[in-house]
């Protein structure tokens, strides 16, 4: 079946659903998880359908730090069952699933005079642990190099803004790094959809149970009903909101975004201590398209939780004064260009910090039957899909076939070979692989070019988000299927050209 997903083939499968058309999976969300989980399903040969109040990635999953990381967080707290599943999932991602949208990012943790003998000799044995795992995990050093040390003329060379006083070097590791976390949600519905998944957003849960789920429409305003054998809860933060048997404890995760001219042309990512605390940093990591987001706090969130969490001025100002104790030349606040925030759906555990909880997902199934998906992070989408199909097969005896997901391609993957003779270029291969070619050859040329002198997103990505990424609104080509929303002047000067090309598609 065709991976594309539109306005119409997403109205006419609501519409044979609430005709009372019996599916064996629903799934609730479509997060990463939620877009993972319908993927799974579909692949095994069960019939599928996977709704969101809002658009695809609108929740946490647009909100993170695009790593795909190895878990070294998690061996320095002794978890190392997380740790090597982490560091699996990531190797199934960059080799595997997306090779076109990750690449492998260089890292620095600078010793400064602001770090102990001590602390950096523990950082160098967490780094070396990190390169047993990515062994044992299967990643290649052509794909993930080894950990090494730099002397302190090295480090400057490479990262001109940090201060050299007290400079003693650094480590430089490898990590994973997504061209942009929402993509790869967009990624997963498409694939799903191509196996006849029905990707319905815009449906907002009012009554879930075991066997199906009461829907409003956002684009009708009908309420309709949808049946199924099996019901799976991946709604992350809110997941408590549509059954009360699930605890999570959430954490707000703050980002700002830079400029990244404004740290000498920062092209590797920084890893910077925060000071007092063990194992727990700040971040700086450089993107492809001249930006940089540095993150990322950990506050925990009571009360109701919002469709759209807000940065605080006080993350915003913990952020730069962390960032600031390496820099030659200090960033003020208005360097910052934008920021954005998450929450982390972290499991309930009795007193603990958030920063300490666990990242560990869990299955659950609560008396009325519903089937919860929770916990877990992004770089183990995949691992916590699969779990919660193997439960919703065993527990409701459905009739589907072994996990396929660990070798499934999404749209636009190919091996190095392939993506290196794609006849595009490069930043659209980073984002579409294989498929750059037809972003282009679908749109008129006057939509090739980038949409201004320091926004490289053209106007043929917007008209392919349209077309086959269900992108039905400005919201929708600007904040989700691109990020220019994550820097408001941005955003303001796409708009023009996100209205041209919705009335060119006739939306």
């Known amino acids: 079946m065709n991976s594309a997903l539109t306005g119409p083939r997403r109205d006419r499968e609501l519409a044979e659903l609430a005709g009372g058309k019996v599916v064996d999976v629903l799934v609730v969300g479509l997060g990463v998880t939620g877009a993972g989980v319908a993927l799974d ?13 809002h658009d695809l990635a609108h929740g946490t999953s647009r909100w993170s730090s695009k790593l795909v990381h190895g878990g070294l967080r998690y061996l320095a707290h002794g978890r190392v069952r997380i740790a090597y599943e982490s560091a699996v999932e990531r190797h199934v991602l960059m080799t595997r699933t997306a090779p076109h949208l990750a690449r492998a990012l260089p890292m620095l943790l600078p010793a400064t005079g602001y770090t102990a003998g001590w602390q950096d000799r523990a950082a160098a044995a967490g780094l070396h642990a990190g390169d047993l795992l990515r062994a044992c995990a299967g990643t290649s050093r052509r794909t993930l190099p080894s950990t090494r040390r730099l002397r302190p003329a090295e480090v400057s060379a490479m990262v001109p803004a940090l201060r050299p006083a007290g400079l003693r070097g650094a480590r430089l590791s490898w990590d994973g790094q997504l061209c942009d976390d929402a993509r790869l949600v967009v990624g997963l519905a498409r694939a799903a959809a191509a196996r006849s998944a029905r990707i319905l957003p815009g449906c907002r849960v009012v009554d879930l149970r075991r066997d199906g ?18 019901v799976i809860n991946a709604t992350g933060v809110w997941a408590g909101d549509l059954t009360p048997h699930v605890r999570l404890r959430p954490s707000r995760g703050t980002h700002i975004v830079l400029s990244a001219a404004s740290l000498g042309g920062l092209w590797a990512g920084l890893t910077i201590p925060v000071p007092g605390e063990f194992s727990r940093y700040v971040l700086a990591l450089p993107q492809t398209d001249g930006l940089v987001y540095v993150g990322l706090t950990d506050e925990p969130v009571d009360g109701p939780i919002p469709d759209v969490p807000e940065p605080t001025e006080a993350d915003i100002a913990f952020l730069l004064d962390v960032l600031n104790s390496a820099l030659d030349r200090p960033l003020r606040r208005t360097d910052v260009l934008g920021a954005y925030a998450g929450l982390r759906p972290l499991l309930a555990d009795a007193d603990d910090r958030t920063a300490d909880l666990s990242r560990r997902h869990a299955v659950i199934e609560d008396p009325d039957g519903v089937i919860s998906v929770v916990g877990g992070k992004l770089t183990t989408y995949r691992r916590m899909a699969e779990d919660a199909v193997d439960t919703a097969v065993r527990r409701r005896a459905l009739t589907a076939g072994a996990c396929r997901t660990r070798r499934l391609p999404l749209p636009g993957a190919g091996s190095g070979a392939d993506l290196a003779r794609v006849p595009a270029p490069r930043r659209l291969v980073a984002r579409y692989g294989v498929e750059a070619v037809d972003v282009l050859a679908e749109a008129p040329a006057h939509l090739h070019r980038p949409i201004g002198p320091d926004i490289p997103v053209t106007g043929a990505e917007l008209l392919w988000a349209v077309r086959h990424e ?11 299927r691109t990020r220019l929303g994550l820097v408001p002047a941005y955003r303001d000067a796409a708009l023009p050209v996100a209205r041209e090309v919705l009335a060119v598609a006739g939306r």
């Open 41 to 53: 399903a579909a692949s095994r040969g069960l019939s599928v359908a996977a709704v969101d109040a």
């Open 470 to 480: 269900l992108a039905l609104t400005v919201d929708d080509l600007l904040d989700r």
């Open 213 to 230: 789920a009461t829907v409003e429409d956002a684009r009708t305003g009908q309420t309709l009903h949808l049946t199924a054998r099996a």
